[in-house]
């Protein structure tokens, strides 16, 4: 988990200007986002974590950063999470899809009707399942839909 020290620097190196994601660090590992910002990791570090802090353009780290830098939240309510993030949906990133791991039935049905995506990943590694997977019978894509609530013609993959 980054310092407030360290979520500083992140900040200054992933938006320079305050806005726009720098491509410098888009799928780079940790200890290279790391240094760029000025501080230092443990060799083999696979994640660079962050609190968050507000929702939307003043708080950047509530998008989308393409990158393993992780923003933790926390909730001490469900439904109050689920609300974050339908916020954060709208700030960045509404459209494709939602991913939980629980095994409590309501919390997945309440996050399948309120989030505004065509699709909801139960138990199962987000990033390598969303487009397309052996285990999850969705098609394999190169491209994703995020339905005409994000500007898509389709919701499809």
Known sequence: ??????????????????????????????????????????EGTKFLMVIGEKIGPEDRFS???????????????????VERMKKMH?????????????????????????????RVEVNMPHCLVNSGSWYNGQPFTTTIGCGTWAGNMTSDN
Not at 26 to 35: D, G, L, M, T, W
Not at 63 to 81: C, R, Y
Not at 106 to 112: A, T
């Open 63 to 81: 998008g989308e950063k393409l990158s393993v830098v992780l923003t933790v939240w926390k909730w001490n309510d469900f439904s109050e999470m």
């Open 1 to 42: 988990m980054c310092t407030t020290e360290e979520r500083e620097k992140l900040r200054k190196t992933l938006w320079p200007d305050g806005e726009t994601l720098n491509r410098d660090i888009v799928a780079k590992p940790a200890e290279y986002i790391a240094n760029a910002a000025g501080f230092k990791v443990p």
């Open 90 to 118: 709208k700030f960045s990133g509404e459209g494709h899809s939602a991913s939980i791991h629980t095994n409590k039935p309501e919390q997945i049905e309440e996050l399948s009707l309120k989030a505004n995506v065509g």
